[in-house]
């Protein structure tokens, strides 16, 4: 019924992961929140896929269920399917899942000050999965974590393993989250905000080498973000997130040249630019919907200046509308025709 | 870490001027001649009264006596009483079985409370969550000196499982119930920090990072969350042992035991000033040196404290 549909006329196997019309809900005591409703992306080995979306649009939730991280209350799986290399995650044992983490996949955060431990040395955390994946000795493993802050360009690197993460910078502590990350050589690395949190020239910084490591390791990397200046750059394609569903899926060019959903629209017309300086900013109007009740129809349509009577009513689908490129909007077509 | 030693160690030396200063003075403030009723009702002759009064410096000013004083004691003399018994040898018999009492209740609040605490927070809201909580506002409410006769009584005298009156050099067998009861009030405050604090860590993002590296669980709670959630707690025994070290009024009271709490206590009664200033003193110094050692302990355990 939607993207994954037609997405998994690909042959799955050679996927290195595929999301299947996953539907998450949270549960309070008060309400339920449909935070995933139908999510559906694959990357390939070697690919970046950029995630985009306001807040509250499922782009960590998505992740963080693939990794198999989520909290479980309040969070729960109610329905879709998971693929790491064809192998159906969501039926997993803990076991196996615990054993792809780190290994496998493995994720790094937007806030590396609380993601990191602040009791622990920054080689401690690195050396930890050497200790504990690889069997290596102390003295090792933390000569293999030397070798991994080298990797991510860390000057000094054997004397900052001994540091504690509050001794380093912003940058510096995102860079040691990487290194923590590809400790055990995964091949999908999902980038959750990696530069949000940090200055604007660090930002640059941190996502050269993202890009590097990605190219020089085949790694598939999904990269969520809001920041669609960020996104520019390293991204191979694209999958616009709004009320737990995939709008809007396209190689990134195209996106950029001429989005085919009016959320994607205003995302890019919410973009400051030097040649309307002084006009006011443009800005989507309203508030993305409240997860325990989202509107009928397409979710999109009370902020959407299209929104006709069919939106009101009628869920778009995501469909394929030239190859590659998916929208769910009634209106996709004569945005991607428009000139 | 040395000079965050040293910088606490020296800081140590005014606060203890300053305590020890206000507990002389208030000691030797105290109104009415100490001499007065020492000797039967005809009341002390004039010669003997002048004798004491300048064997103990009293006739000089307070700031003078209370120099003199300290001189004598950094000299390792405590002073007598004024039954001529050296106060030093009340300590040595007095600190021993605090010493032991202090350290039963410390292991066992320690141990029980910390186990409650990770084992509730561990099975999250539930059955043994409410047990605890109940249990813990229980041990709260009830004052120490009603838990200690309950327990005398049951044990002790039904029972007769344990001995109710523990007189003078316990073993330490005999100080357990009494630790038991002393420590049940710290035992609850802490199995309710350990909850709270490892509540709080168990959602920290940390704690998701250390999940997502594909460590075991068990590794996750013990090494990652633990030693966070445990500072805190530690901080707070560290506290809690330099206040039981301080003997126990009720609790020696309750069971007859010749601690500490009641060598002070029995010595303000009797307007002892000698003892009193030289127990409490000694009681300063050694609440100031685990105070230190939390604050070291600290350090250790929390590496964003060392520096700063």
Redesign the interface.
């Known amino acids: 019924m939607s993207a994954t549909d037609d997405s998994t006329g690909g042959s799955s196997e050679s996927r290195l992961l595929e999301v299947e019309d996953l539907h998450v809900e949270f549960r309070t005591r008060e309400a339920t929140a449909n935070v995933l409703n139908g999510v559906g992306y694959h990357v390939d080995a070697g690919e970046t896929l950029a995630v985009l979306g306001e807040s509250g649009s499922g782009k960590s939730v998505t992740a963080q269920t693939v990794?198999g991280?989520l909290?479980t209350p309040p969070g729960f799986v109610t329905k879709g399917a998971i693929r790491y290399r064809g192998e159906e995650l969501l039926s997993a044992t803990e076991d196996r899942r615990?054993?792809?983490?780190?290994?496998n996949m493995?994720?790094i955060?937007q806030?590396a000050l609380?993601?990191?431990?602040?009791?622990?040395?920054v080689g401690f955390q690195i050396a930890?999965?050497f200790r504990?994946?690889r069997g290596m000795s102390r003295k090792d493993a933390m000569a293999k974590a030397a070798e991994m802050l080298d990797l991510v360009k860390i000057p000094n690197a054997k004397q900052r393993v001994k540091e504690?993460p509050?001794?380093f910078s912003g940058g510096m502590r995102q860079r040691a989250m990487i290194a923590?990350?590809l400790a055990?050589d995964p091949d999908l690395l999902i980038a959750d905000e990696p530069t949000t949190a940090l200055d604007v020239t660090v930002q640059a910084q941190i996502m050269d080498l993202l890009d590097e490591l990605r190219r020089e390791r085949g790694m598939g990397l999904i990269l969520i973000t809001h920041d669609l200046g960020v996104v520019a750059e390293v991204a191979d394609r694209i999958a616009v997130m709004y009320a737990g569903r995939v709008v809007e899926e396209s190689d990134a060019e195209s996106l950029y040249k001429r989005p085919a959903h009016p959320y994607t629209e205003g995302l890019m017309e919410s973009i400051p630019r030097l040649d309307q300086k002084g006009e006011q900013l443009a800005s989507i109007k309203g508030l993305p919907p409240n997860l325990a009740n989202i509107p009928e129809g397409c979710p999109f349509h009370p902020r959407c200046h299209r929104a006709t009577d069919e939106c009101r009513r009628k869920v778009p689908e995501l469909l394929e509308l030239r190859p590659g490129r998916y929208s769910a909007c009634h209106f996709a077509e004569e945005l991607i025709s428009s000139e | 870490m040395g000079r965050y030693i040293l910088r606490r160690l020296l800081q140590l030396i005014p606060v203890f001027i300053g305590t020890t200063f206000i507990i002389y003075s208030l000691v030797w403030a105290i109104p009415g001649n100490p001499f007065a009723g020492m000797c039967g009702p005809r009341g002390c002759p004039p010669a003997f009264i002048e004798q004491m009064t300048q064997e103990y410096n009293l006739d000089k000013p307070l700031p003078v006596q209370y120099v003199l004083y300290l001189g004598q004691l950094f000299s390792g003399n405590f002073g007598q009483t004024f039954n001529g018994i050296e106060v030093s040898t009340l300590i040595q018999n007095a600190y021993p079985v605090t010493l032991k009492l202090a350290t039963i209740a410390l292991v066992f609040e320690a141990v029980i409370g910390i186990a409650a605490g990770i084992l509730t927070a561990l099975r999250g809201k539930g059955f043994v969550d409410n047990l605890v909580l109940a249990a813990t506002l229980f041990l709260i409410a009830v004052p120490v000196f009603v838990s200690g006769f309950v327990i005398q009584v049951v044990f002790g005298v039904q029972l007769e499982w344990i001995q109710p009156s523990v007189g003078s050099d316990p073993t330490i067998g005999q100080l357990i119930a009494p630790g038991l009861v002393l420590g049940s009030l710290s035992m609850a405050y802490i199995a309710r920090l350990t909850r709270t604090a490892m509540f709080e860590n168990k959602r920290a993002d940390y704690i998701r990072t250390a999940t997502a590296k594909g460590l075991k669980p068990r590794r996750v709670v013990s090494v990652h969350m633990l030693r966070n959630s445990l500072i805190p707690v530690i901080t707070f025994i560290g506290t809690d042992f330099g206040a039981l070290m301080g003997g126990a009024i009720v609790t020696e009271g309750v069971f007859n035991i010749h601690g500490i709490g009641g060598l002070v206590f029995d010595a303000i009664k009797t307007q002892e000033g000698v003892t009193v200033t030289g127990v409490v003193t000694l009681l300063v110094v050694v609440y100031l040196l685990m105070n230190l050692l939390v604050d070291i302990l600290y350090a250790a355990l929390d590496p964003r404290i060392r520096y700063d």
């Open positions: 990794m991280i909290d615990r054993g792809l983490r780190g290994e493995a994720m955060f806030d609380s993601a990191l431990n602040p009791v622990y040395t930890e999965q504990f994946r504690f509050h001794q923590m990350s055990l």
